[in-house]
């Protein structure tokens, strides 16, 4: 359960391109929230209550005890006791969530002086509604913060009019404590498993919101309390999200940042409004920005996930360039040609595999004034089906500019070998988005398929679009298949570590089995992976054992 880095994309985006006004969203409000857990005859177990009906926020949703910091939080420090390692910061956060606690369900999470937990008798003299702290202190009771614990940071939803920056903390109830709820604010606490309150919330009968759904899928692997708490040990989030919202067969669906759809939303909104369509569409283009529009072809499968996509880059001012037309599909080419209202100044191929270029030439007829196709020539490596001969080869770190009334669209290329031996990715210069082709993909990692697939030259690639987003300010990339793409360079550390991940899979196999043969390997190297698609997972295999090979490190 690896940490995620949360921030708002910091994009090169010109906002004369973005699609919607943009409006500021609402500050966050400094908050906590304590999961409450225990150990079940079934295993671990979480305190919810159901928040009234009236609420400002999440009205009638079963959630965890929680609230606003309060001024008065950061200044009673001295009542609560604290590890070492818990910074101030941290120890405000467990104060505030464990008057929450008390306040919402009557449990406190203290000790006496000298070291006795509280009684239910103790708990009975306090007042709900009088100042929390002073009661401890007059009672000589200190609050147990060190036994409070950091989860998750999660901060509300951009589009929401109330948000909140919130750390989800999680403690041990105290023994002996029955949870009663303040009948005003919180009603009918219950004690639940996580896989039982997710499954009574897809029934209808326990509804939650977004955030607490996503910490129950992620403590359904822990077995009881200690294996929470020493998850937990580090003083760090698990996860920190500010998810994102779209629209999707017609109803709202959030995203966080590790998740396919994220990037998108927050290219083509990103101060949070839920504007942006995600259904895969083929029979119109999904504008993504003015001047980029993404129109899927018609030949979802295995391979190529829900279509290739085809690019449209311009504007009726400067005419427009198409970005890999796909296979030979005339409904596909008609609907470029219509979206572009016939004035298509260039068509590039990223490279020319069967599903990216031989919608070339015929969406090139269609043009009247036809327009060259750009790209690189297939090598001699390349499969009878990828023979590509462009009008012009393009050069690595060539510029193409469209241009017109002031406007201006500029596509780098950038050489980048490995998936194919004559593949390219482009970047958009003006707005900071790269165009990876098959290089990178969104859901999945592309096939490396020898002899035209090389390993070593497709990680060399992985470095030089790593360099390039940098020096470009990228954070976003559009894939040819698959939804956009956020946090580019992280996606593309992502994508090597993975890679170099397998590949020790493979020299591990090969170490097991050194007389072996590729499916004796496969079987090894990639057991994580559905068999059905081991005789795909060869391909890249080989990739790897010919690498492996050349740097001398076979067994």
Known sequence: MAAVTVADNVSMVRPS????????????????????????????????????????????????????????DAQIHALARRRPTQGDLHLTQAIAAIRESFEELGVLLARHGDGRPVSAQDITSLDRHQPFA?????????????QVFVLAHWITDRDLPRRFDVPFLVARMPDGQVPVADESEQFEPVWVRPADALERH???????????????????????????????????????SCPRAGLQSG???????????????????????????????????????????????SNAGV????????????????????????????????????ATGGDIRMIVCTHSH????????????????????????????????????????????QTLVLSGAGATHSLRVIHTPGHAANHLCLVLLEDGLLLSGDHILNGSTTVVDPPD?????????????????????????????????????????????????????????MQVRPQGTMDDWVELAYDDVPPRMWPVARRSLLAHVQRIEALGLSP
């Open 134 to 146: 002073q009661q401890c202190r007059e009672r000589g009771l200190h609050l147990c913060a060190d």
């Open 303 to 338: 391979m190529t996930g829900p279509g290739t996509n085809s690019y449209i880059v311009g504007d009726p001012d400067t005419g427009y360039a198409v970005i890999d037309p796909g296979p030979d599909d005339t409904q596909h080419l008609e609907r470029l040609w219509r």
């Open 202 to 240: 897809k029934a209808g009968t326990f509804f939650m919101i977004f955030p607490t759904i996503r910490t129950l899928e992620r403590l359904e692997r822990f077995a009881n309390v200690d294996d929470v708490l020493a998850a937990c040990a580090g003083e760090r989030p698990l996860w920190t």
């Open 251 to 297: 109803a709202e669906v959030r995203y966080m940042e590790h998740e396919m759809p994220y990037g998108e939303l927050a290219l083509t909104s990103p101060d949070g409004q839920i504007v942006h369509h995600l259904d895969w569409r083929n029979d119109q283009p999904v504008p993504l920005l003015k001047n980029l529009q993404r129109l899927t072809a």
């Open 453 to 509: 697939g090389d390993m070593t030259a497709y990680l060399d690639s992985l470095d030089t679009l790593g360099a390039a987003c940098t020096g470009h300010g990228i954070e976003f990339i559009l894939p040819a298949h698959g939804h956009v793409l956020g946090f580019a360079s992280q996606a593309i550390g992502h994508l090597k570590a993975h890679r170099l991940k397998r590949e020790a899979k493979v020299m591990a196999a």
């Open 17 to 72: 391109q973005l699609l919607y006004p943009q409006r500021e969203p609402a500050l966050p409000r400094p908050a906590a929230t304590v999961l409450l857990l225990r150990d079940g005859p079934e295993g671990l177990e979480l305190l919810m209550t159901r928040r009234s009906a009236t609420a400002s926020f999440a009205p009638g949703a079963y959630v965890f005890p929680g609230g606003a910091i309060d001024a008065a």
């Open 354 to 397: 069967p599903d990216h270029s031989p919608g070339a030439r015929p969406l090139q007829a269609l043009c009247e004034t036809r327009p060259p196709v750009l790209g690189l020539p297939s090598a001699p490596t390349a499969r009878p089906a990828s023979d590509f001969q462009p009008d012009q080869s393009l050069d690595d770190g």
